[in-house]
C-alpha cells in the first residue's frame, strides 16, 4: 500500500473515532432521562443494537467486506469477550451515574483509555513515535485538571463504581482493537451485544432494578442510547480502531468527556468552571498532538 493511501486510512480511521466518540458521549444524556436502573439500561442498550444489527445482516445484501463475519469458536469467544468486558464497563459506568456528575464519571471511566493506549501499543508492537504519546499525556493532564481540582463533592461509592468501570473499559479497548483486525465491524458489534445483554439482564434481576420503562417516555432514552451510542458511536469507534494505532485511537476517545461536559452544560446546567474549561482545553490539544502522527514513508 502506497504512502498516499496509508495516510488517507489513517485520516479516515481517526475521523471515525472522533466522531464515534462524541456519539458516546451522549450516553449520561439519556442515562439521566431512562426510567430504569444502570444495569437494565445496559441491557436495553445491548439489546436494542442487537436486534436492530441482526434485522440488518439479514434485510442488507452485500459483497463480502474486507474482514469477515464471526464463523469459528475463536472467532465467537472474541466476540463475546468484548461483549463482557463492556457489560462490566456499562454496568458500573451507569451506576457511577447515579452518585456523580456526569462530567466526573465519564472523566473517570475514560481514563481507561491510559491504560489500553500504553499498554496496547506494547501488546500490538505499534510503531508511532512520539506524537500519540505525548498527546496522551497531555490529555490526561487535561483530565486530571478537570477532575481533580474542581471543587464539586465525589461520592465514595460512585468512585468506586467509576474506577471499576474504567479498568474493564481498558480491556473493552484492547479486545476491540484486537477484534477489528480480524472480523467486520458488523459481526463485532452484533456477537457482543448478544453476549453482553443477558448478562446485564441477569445483573438487574439480582439488585432488583426497574427493568421496564414506562411508555415512550422511559422507552426513547433506551432507544436513543442503543442506535446513537452504541450502533452509531461504538460503531464507528470499532471500525475506526482497525485503520489506527491504538495509541492514537484511545487518545482520540478523551473527546468522549468533553462532549459529555458540554452536553450537561447545555442540558443540566451542570456548568464547567474556568479550570474545567481550561483542562478540557488540554485534552482538546493532546488529540491534536496525537494526530501528527504519519505512517512512515516506504521505501
Known amino acids: 500500500m502506497s504512502h498516499s493511501q496509508d495516510s488517507l486510512r489513517l485520516s479516515a480511521g481517526a475521523a471515525a473515532v472522533f466522531f464515534g466518540a462524541i456519539g458516546t458521549g451522549f450516553a449520561p444524556i439519556f442515562v439521566r ?22 434485522a440488518l445482516m439479514v434485510l442488507l445484501t452485500r459483497k463480502p467486506g474486507p474482514r469477515p463475519e464471526p464463523t469459528t469458536v475463536r472467532d465467537f469467544m472474541i466476540c463475546a469477550g468484548v461483549g463482557l468486558f463492556f457489560a462490566a464497563d456499562v454496568g458500573f459506568f451507569h451506576a457511577s451515574l447515579e452518585l456523580l456528575p456526569i462530567a466526573h464519571a465519564n472523566l473517570i471511566v475514560t481514563s481507561g483509555v491510559i491504560v489500553s493506549g500504553i499498554g496496547g501499543s506494547f501488546l500490538f508492537k505499534d510503531r508511532v513515535g512520539w506524537p500519540p504519546f505525548a498527546g496522551l499525556l497531555i490529555s490526561f493532564s487535561g483530565l486530571v485538571l478537570m477532575v481533580g481540582i474542581s471543587d464539586r463533592p465525589i461520592d465514595t461509592l460512585g468512585l468506586i463504581y467509576a474506577i471499576i468501570a474504567m479498568l474493564a473499559f481498558a480491556a ?23 453476549a453482553a445483554a443477558p448478562v446485564l439482564i441477569a445483573a438487574s434481576l439480582i439488585l432488583g432494578e426497574k427493568s421496564v420503562p414506562d411508555g415512550w417516555d422511559g422507552l426513547w432514552p433506551l432507544l436513543g442510547i442503543g442506535i446513537v451510542c452504541q450502533i452509531c458511536g461504538q460503531g ?3 471500525k475506526g ?7 492514537i485511537g484511545t487518545t482520540l476517545m478523551l473527546t468522549t468527556p468533553v462532549a459529555a461536559a458540554v452536553f450537561g452544560w447545555i442540558l443540566f446546567d451542570e456548568a464547567m468552571d ?6 478540557a482545553a488540554m485534552v482538546l490539544a493532546g488529540i491534536a498532538v496525537a494526530t501528527l502522527i504519519r505512517p512512515p514513508a516506504r521505501s
Do not use: M
Open 241 to 247: 480502531l482497525s485503520f489506527v494505532p491504538i495509541a
Open 274 to 279: 474556568p479550570i474545567e474549561i481550561a483542562g
Open 172 to 194: 473493552y479497548v484492547v479486545a476491540v482493537k484486537f477484534a477489528s483486525q480480524r472480523l467486520s465491524t458488523n459481526g463485532i458489534l452484533r456477537v457482543s451485544a448478544i
Open 236 to 238: 464507528l469507534i470499532t
Open 33 to 54: 432521562f431512562a426510567d430504569v436502573g444502570p444495569a437494565a439500561i445496559g441491557a436495553w442498550r445491548q439489546g436494542i443494537a442487537a436486534l436492530i444489527l441482526i
